[in-house]
């Protein structure tokens, strides 16, 4: 049985507005990196079904080769656009992951045990800082109301009670740390990794840079 992923890029050009001073022109390149990562990760598996959630006007901007499905949505809201996402493949699989792409340390460990908990009864969910979610497993059987944002975690949680939907909670450190802020993108530097996000950010930011120069910038 395979395993859809649904990777939400809303807008290229507009994601990661908290970065816009530290990065000017280069947010558009994090962006369409940490896609490229994401992807490299979960093109390993063959068991996963990798869908891009995206607007058109994106797909000028994207690369082209991605081997991935496109599912082109035209909401102005996150969650309404991943609602159209789930009713694309709702016919076609029993469950569903949803991953946010700015998950810098995500690994394979990692894709390999939510690959695992897939094949349970019911749903899962990993915390992210700032009570975030990082990663949700769907039945495709079930409605459940999507609300990504602010404290989103909590509010999933809560979800999972109120239609009575069996869950795991995955705990993981790679999973945990978004890239948001410049204190994510120290966080990043300060973990070399083998990612072409890491080395995108090793580029742009001076190497005698300290968090709070960037939060002074």
């Given at each position: ?75 102005k809201d996150l969650n ?89 909670i995955h705990y993981s ?45």
């Amino acid at each position: 049985m395979a395993l859809p992923v649904i990777l939400p890029l809303k807008y290229v050009n507009f994601s990661k507005s908290r970065l816009n001073e530290i990065l000017g022109q280069n947010k558009k390149h994090l962006v369409i990196t940490l896609l490229e990562d994401m992807i490299a990760i979960l093109q390993k598996f063959p068991e996963i079904e990798i869908y891009l959630l995206t607007k058109k006007e994106n797909l000028d901007i994207i690369p082209s080769d991605l081997g991935v499905r496109f599912i082109l949505e035209d909401e102005k809201d996150l969650n309404r656009a991943l609602e159209k996402g789930l009713s694309f493949i709702k016919t076609k699989e029993k469950k569903v992951l949803i991953l946010p792409l700015d998950l810098p340390f995500i690994t394979g460990e990692d894709i390999e045990k939510l690959i695992i908990i897939s094949k349970a009864d019911g749903g899962a969910i990993s915390p992210s800082s700032r009570d975030g979610t990082s990663a949700i497993i769907l039945p495709l059987d079930r409605n459940f109301k999507l609300q990504f944002g602010e404290r989103s975690f909590q509010k999933h949680l809560s979800e999972f009670e109120k239609k009575k939907i069996p869950f795991q909670i995955h705990y993981s450190e790679s999973l945990y740390y978004d890239l948001d802020t410049p204190e994510d993108v120290m966080r990043v530097l300060s973990i070399k990794t083998g990612s072409k996000t890491y080395s995108l950010l090793k580029d742009i930011i001076p190497p005698d840079y300290t968090y709070d120069n960037l939060v002074d910038k």
